[in-house]
């Protein structure tokens, strides 16, 4: 058992609910918080004390971990969370929201208060098993954020602060322009009288086998309107012309946004 830790976790989806657990099993000391609340009975369950709002979640906690949807979903929780924090509290934000902000938020922070941006790769399964890749923006990390993190996965220190939050920009991008390139090549293949087997096993012998499996994955739930908000996300930083073109086909079928990525696939 890891030393424990009182940790104030805000937002249970589809990631923050099986994270949220592990750390339990790990025998951390959970607060939890969703803005649905029936999210986190199962986690009452387990023997997470649930919280009202984000306010009440954080007062006694020594770390706030987040995981939210969206820019305008960290900024909401923080506009509630701020004034409760206590000084010497570690925020670690795991939400793929960019480095900008990520450094809005630490602008706003009490004195006192740390903030390390550690978004992460990873399925719903890997979450639970306790199996992502922590990509943290912080060198060095302070012990106690080092050791959740740990908890979690794998650990890549990517530089200082900001640097995680980039990363995950560049790295979840890669996959899902890998994933529209496969679907693309299914169609053409599809258009040109192959079957889908056949073009999939070669693909798969190719540079692109691991985008192939993440088409075909059944162990996973990303949607596709949270893969649009990331390129989005990376659009504004660079001329990205294909990954535009990518932002445009996840966002043409608005019947699909709650499915998982893999709905590219024709």
């Known amino acids: 058992m890891d030393t424990v830790q009182k940790i104030a976790f805000l937002g249970l989806g589809r990631m923050g609910a099986p994270m949220a657990r592990h750390l339990l099993s790990r025998g951390h000391r959970l607060t939890v918080w969703n803005r649905t609340p029936k999210k986190a009975r199962p986690l009452a369950q387990a023997g997470a004390t649930v919280a009202a709002s984000p306010a009440e979640a954080v007062r006694d906690a020594d ?3 987040t995981m939210l949807a969206d820019p305008a979903a960290l900024r909401a929780v923080a506009q509630d969370v701020l004034p409760a924090l206590r000084p010497g509290v570690h925020w670690i934000d795991t939400s793929t929201v960019g480095p900008e902000a990520v450094r809005e938020l630490a602008g706003r922070l009490p004195a006192g208060v740390t903030l390390t941006d550690a978004p992460v790769m990873g399925s719903v399964d890997r979450a639970a098993a306790g199996e992502l890749w922590v990509l943290a923006g912080g060198d060095p990390l302070p012990v106690p954020v080092r050791r959740v993190l740990d908890a979690l996965g794998e650990v890549t220190v990517c530089g200082p602060f900001g640097t ?3 990363l995950k920009l560049v790295l979840i991008n890669t996959a899902v322009g890998g994933v529209a390139l496969v679907a693309e090549a299914l169609r053409l293949g599809g258009a040109l009288g192959l079957p889908e087997e056949l073009v999939r096993a070669q693909l798969a012998r190719g540079p692109l086998a691991g985008a192939v499996a993440r088409a075909y994955a059944d162990a996973s739930h990303f949607p596709v309107a949270l893969a649009a908000k990331d390129v989005a996300l990376a659009a504004v930083h660079a001329p990205l012309p294909i990954l535009e073109a990518v932002h445009a ?9 709650d499915r998982d990525l893999s709905a590219l696939r024709p």
């Not at 086909?249 to 699909?256: F, G």
């Open 63 to 65: 770390l706030v971990l």
């Open 164 to 166: 995680g939050a980039a």
């Open 249 to 257: 086909a996840l966002a043409s079928r608005p019947d699909r946004a």
